[in-house]
């Protein structure tokens, strides 16, 4: 961390402007008001499994579970996403996915951050969700895995980057169904050998970008705990919320 004086001389050099629309702030790395208003924070009553928000404590009832996660328990123990997925959000997300643009991941990261920490408080290892080679080469970088590199800094929780491989390529998931999703995903993901037994009995934070239906963590999930990883817990930056 630089003294705060260093931080002045740079913000006097190179004035700070919001990561989105790019007007003057105050402080470098962060949204200017009208920006930051078209972001949806997810806060309390959520839903313990997925973060989808309740409308209300009597909606979230005694467990805590939407309805999609009573009806089909996640295979993670808790998960937490930092924002509604809306047209605010996408702003942040589609550029760091698919145009270079990492200005905006320390705010992206420190918002899982803010709502998520105590998850790491036991944690053994964070763990991304990885991209299939192909697509990895054609993007540059895999956005899940440069989330939980921020995380790892933050956590002082080693990060492996290489437990967990795609080792089958499917296409967009954007416009199929759950069950879709779960049918094509099946057999895609892979626990590297060389990793299988340091995840004997751990705990692992697995980390992605956005929650749609919880297919592609679910089963990420389903390989780790049959590699053994004793507990799981989900952090992202966005959730798909249907209500």
């Not at 709502?115 to 763990?127: E, G, L, M, Q, V």
């Not at 540059?140 to 790892?152: E, T």
């Not at 879709?180 to 004997?200: C, G, P, T």
């Amino acid at each position: 961390m630089l003294p705060k004086a260093y931080l002045d001389i740079i913000d006097f050099l190179f004035p700070p402007r919001c990561i989105l629309c790019g007007v003057h702030i105050q402080r470098s790395g962060y949204l200017c008001s009208d920006c930051f208003k078209q972001l949806e924070f997810i806060v309390e009553p959520c839903c313990e499994q997925c973060g989808t928000p309740f409308l209300s404590d009597s909606e979230a009832g005694e467990d805590h579970l939407c309805l999609s996660c009573r009806e089909e328990p996640c295979l993670w123990e808790k998960g937490r996403a930092a924002f509604v997925y809306n047209e605010g959000i996408k702003k942040l997300i589609l550029p760091l996915k698919y145009a270079d643009r990492l200005n905006g991941l320390n705010f992206l990261a420190g918002s899982i951050w803010n709502i998520a920490n105590p998850f790491f408080d036991n944690a053994s290892y964070i763990i991304p969700v990885p991209l299939y080679k192909k697509r990895l080469r054609h993007r540059k970088y895999n956005q899940s895995a440069l989330l939980g590199k921020k995380l790892a800094k933050r956590s002082n929780i080693p990060l492996l980057l290489l437990a967990l491989k795609r080792i089958r390529d499917t296409q967009s998931l954007g416009h199929l169904n759950k069950q879709e999703r779960q049918d094509l995903l099946e057999n895609a993901f892979q626990v590297n050998l060389a990793y299988s037994k340091i995840l004997q009995g751990k705990t692992i934070i697995l980390v992605d970008d956005v929650m749609t239906t919880g297919s592609t963590l679910m089963a990420c999930s389903r390989i780790l705990l049959e590699a053994g990883v004793k507990r799981i817990f989900v952090v992202v930056i966005a959730k798909v919320s249907y209500f």
